[in-house]
Structure formats: C-alpha cells, structure tokens
C-alpha cells in the first residue's frame, strides 16, 4: 500500500465500518479487494442506519420543527431531509459503485516504485497527514455532545443529541475519504514533477507520461465515485451557514449577543457547531483545488523543455504532443457536474448564502406583518377584510 494510505490507514478503517469503502487490503496479493466481510460491514451499517434515519426524522420534527414558523419549518424540514440521508445516500452509492472505487483504490494507493522515491522534500508525508486535524475535529463533536447531554434534560433530546454526534463525525470521515482520494492525486502529481526535474528523464519520459495521462483520468473516476455524496454535504454545509447568518443577523437586529438561547455560553457553541460545516466544506473544496493545480502545474512544467541532447528526437516529439495535448485542457474536478469544485465555489457559497438570507428575512418579515394584521383583519389569499 502507498504511504498516504498507511497513513491514514485508521481512517479507512473507520471508513469501511460505515461502509463508506467497499474493499480491504490484502497483503499477500498486494490489492485491495472486496470481501465476504465488508459485505456484512454494509449489512450491519443498513441495520443501524434505517432504524436510526426513521427515529431521527421523528424526534426533530416532534421536538423542534413544530416550534418553527413556517418558513424556517420549511427550511429546518429540506435540511433534516438532506442531514439524515448523506450517510445513508453514501452507503447506497458506494454499494452500487463497489467494483469501480475497488479499481480506483488499487490505482491510487498501491506502491509505485519509481515515484515513491520523488517525494520533493522529507517533510512531504507529514503536510499530506491529516490525521491530526480529524482529531481535533472528532474531540470536538465529542465536547459538544457532552455539552448538549448537560445542558438538555429530555431522553429524547439527550438521544437526539448522540444522533447528531454520530452523524456529523460519519460525515467527517466521509469528507476526508474524499479527500485522502482527491489528495492522492495531487501527491502523484508532485512526484511526476520531481521526476520530470531529475536526471532520470531521458529514461523515464515515457513512464511520466503514461502515469500523469494515468492520474489525471482518475479525477473524472473520482467524481463518479463520490460526487453525489459531496454534492449533498455541500448543500447541508450552506444550509447550515445560512442558520448561522440569520443568527447573527438576528443578533445585530435585536441588539442581545445570543438571540438563539437562555444559556449564552451554549449558544456560542452552537454557532461555533454551525461554523464547523464551513471548516467541512473548506476541507472538500480546498482539496480538490490544490490536486486541480497539481495537475495544472505538472502539465505546465513540460514547456520549457530545453534539454539540448533531445532536440528533434522521439522525446521533444513526445513532449510537444503531450503540450497540445493537455495545456489547455482544464482537469478538474466536477459535483456531478453542476459545477466545478475548485476556490470559486467559496464565493459561490457566500454569495447564495447573502441572497437566500434576504429571501429569509423578507419571509420572517411578511410573518410578521401577517400576524400583526391578523389581530384586526381577516386575512384571505386575495384579499384582506377587517373581523366583525
């Protein structure tokens, strides 16, 4: 296995508990593959789902969306939808794509001899670790249940609270499966670059090509294996950065610190909590644009190839072919094509969070006009008349 992989092995170990990897490594054939036993992983992982899917959907709406308005209730209901179905949405698109992402895997996390010895610098395996900032963000999640477990004094709700726990960390391994994918990319991709810089290239030119047409397809296989998933993680991330921004514009509006609560400390960690889905989303999208430029740059440095001994030979016929090729071609990654998942979608996020807050606003702000009138007038859909 290739050393991003043994890395993060316990992550992918997590991962195939919730089925979220279809296949295990095996050490005597030197490749992943999909076992009896990762089967019964999917079986109890939809025995523990399901049941919990349904009690989650009743316990908010029995608990908090009643005591909603309408508009929020509408909103409160599209996200509840959108939270408890990612986990369940992953399980059932990695069920269906089980053989495709077993041959990703065995192409991007199997030893390769000549470019495991290009990483750029001895620190290169310590900036691709993300192991540390997983556990930050497991203690996290950990400190807000124990939170809420203290604060709530229901059953139900200390229940709701352990629910909620569990299915934003199966996010969280779900966001950096992906991104441990998205990141072996650009890893290869740096690699080549220390490939193409050495000495060697003369007798490895036509393995850097062969390998870099070979990594740059599996973003397209990326995309096809996960984007769907990343797709609804991505709405639940700016639903809950729009409750925040109406949180804070409640705030500035009322002129209180915490409008949310009574507790005020709780409610700072609740808009932190909701601030953490902006750190996830930043997590998917800053991956996918780093590995982007990673292939962008691998191609580009091909352009000044300049090695007098190769002039009119085979080689520089290679390389100009290579640059028709790939210069201008953009490789990047894709949220099942509606949109590229690169920086721009950053300000995409910000800028729809700003317009469905406005949209939100004028909504709360008709209720309100509505609920005034409706001490003196009888409101209809057409028209208003004033009670008898």
Excluded at 114 to 139: E, G, M, Q
Excluded at 148 to 170: C, P, Q
């Amino acid at each position: 296995m290739s050393s991003l992989y043994r890395q993060h092995s316990r992550i992918f170990q997590i991962s195939r508990l919730l089925y979220f990897t279809p296949c295990s490594y095996n050490e005597e054939l030197g490749r992943f593959e999909a076992t009896k036993r990762n089967l019964a992983f999917l079986g109890a992982a939809l025995v523990l789902t399901i049941p919990f899917w349904v009690y989650d959907i009743h316990l908010m709406a029995t608990n908090f969306l009643h005591t909603y308005t309408t508009v929020f209730a509408a909103v409160g209901g599209i996200e509840l939808l959108i939270y408890v179905s990612v986990v369940m949405c992953t399980i059932l698109n990695v069920l269906v794509k089980r053989q495709r992402i077993t041959r990703l895997m065995n192409v991007l996390f199997r030893p390769d001899r000549i470019l495991d010895r290009c990483s750029p610098t001895n620190s290169a395996d310590a900036r691709y670790n993300d192991n540390r900032k997983l556990l930050v963000f497991v203690l996290f999640i950990l400190f807000g249940m124990c939170m809420k477990l203290s604060y709530y004094k229901k059953v139900e709700i200390k229940i709701l609270a352990v629910m909620i726990a569990g299915r934003f960390l199966a996010i969280w391994v779900l966001i950096f499966v992906h991104r441990l994918h998205v990141r072996a990319i650009g890893q290869r991709m740096e690699q080549l670059r220390v490939l193409y810089a050495s000495e060697e290239l003369e007798q490895h030119l036509d393995y850097f090509l062969h390998r870099y047409d070979r990594y740059s397809r599996l973003i397209g296989e990326v995309d096809d294996c996960y984007s769907f998933p990343v797709v609804l993680v991505l709405l639940l991330v700016m639903l809950q950065l729009i409750y925040l921004a109406e949180h804070l514009y409640s705030t500035i509006e009322t002129g209180t610190m915490m409008p949310v609560a009574d507790n005020f400390f709780y409610s700072l960690f609740g808009q932190v909590w909701q601030t953490m889905y902006g750190a996830l989303g930043y997590y998917c999208i800053s991956a996918c644009g780093t590995a982007s430029e990673e292939v962008e740059e691998t191609a580009l440095c091909t352009r000044h190839f300049d090695d007098y001994r190769l002039q009119n030979t085979r080689a520089a016929k290679q390389i100009q072919n290579f640059l028709l090729k790939n210069l201008h071609q953009k490789k990047k990654f894709s949220a099942c094509g509606f949109f590229d998942i690169d920086n721009t979608v950053i300000y995409m996020v910000f800028s729809s969070i700003v317009t469905y807050l406005v949209i939100l606003i004028q909504f709360k702000q008709l209720e309100t006009d509505l609920t005034q009138a409706g001490d003196g007038y009888n409101v209809t859909s057409n028209v208003s008349t004033v009670q008898p």
